[in-house]
């Protein structure tokens, strides 16, 4: 199988577990956003609102914590807060839909099918790096919750004959000849390649929309 050549626009890694889950976390510029860092900023300082619901400074302290402890670059604290912001408008979404975060035993069930290692490991490894692994699972069961609810709240249409045609034209240009393989034998992989890019601009779509519509204050 080939490797993907075209990214899909706006993916980022699920940060409440970092490398161990990826699905749609996108940043969404606010309009005059930008936080002032200063001496009186302590970790219960408010940074935002969003529709009533607070981010402090300890909140983009651990998020940052998170990037830190698995060696990704970290983002400044207003990427960070934008992270945060983006998150709770998709939170609040998905629960006013019903997608409700996993309790701590289905998140805990999940994450078992998804780790290579035993979760005892997984944790010793979360305290080695100073994280705290029920946090970590509490933010891991209201990704799922929002991964769900992004993909049965957009519909895409199967990618045409000719995007699929495209696509491998695409694929012929930079792709040795010798290492393409044949149309008919990558076509399904093309299918889902076209899909996926679909499915994550109608969610960029999507959360651009949330974000506009949701009451976001800057302290």
């Known amino acids: 199988m080939i490797s993907k050549l075209k990214q899909g626009r706006g993916v980022a890694i699920i940060v409440a577990v970092a490398i161990l889950t990826s699905a749609l976390v996108l940043v969404v510029a606010a309009d005059d956003g ?10 219960d300082t408010v940074l935002a609102t969003v529709n009533g619901v607070e981010i402090m400074q300890k909140d983009v302290t651990a998020l ?13 604290d207003d990427a960070a807060l934008e992270d945060l912001i983006t998150q709770e408008v ?4 998905a629960e006013l839909a019903g997608y409700m975060p996993l309790t701590r035993a289905e998140a805990e069930e999940q994450l078992e099918l998804m780790m290579p290692t035993p979760l005892e490991d997984f944790r010793r490894e979360l305290e080695e790096k ?11 069961g209201k990704q799922l919750a929002i991964q769900e ?10 990618p045409t004959t000719e995007e699929v045609e495209e696509r491998y034209d695409y694929y012929r240009q930079v792709v040795p000849e ?5 149309f ?3 076509k399904d992989y093309l299918i889902m390649e076209l899909k996926q890019e679909k499915q994550q601009e109608a969610m960029f779509a999507l959360i ?3 974000t506009e519509e949701a009451d976001i204050e800057y302290a």
């Open 34 to 43: 930008a936080l002032q860092v200063n001496d009186e900023v302590t970790p």
């Open 64 to 76: 940052q914590a998170v990037y830190d402890a698995y060696g990704m670059e970290t983002p400044e």
């Open 90 to 93: 998709l939170q609040q979404a």
């Open 130 to 140: 100073g994280l705290c692994y029920d946090e970590q699972l509490k933010d891991f």
């Open 149 to 158: 609810f992004l993909e049965d709240a957009v519909e895409v249409p199967e």
């Open 178 to 182: 010798e290492q393409l393989p044949p």
């Open 184 to 186: 008919e034998q990558i």
């Open 208 to 210: 651009e929309e949330l």
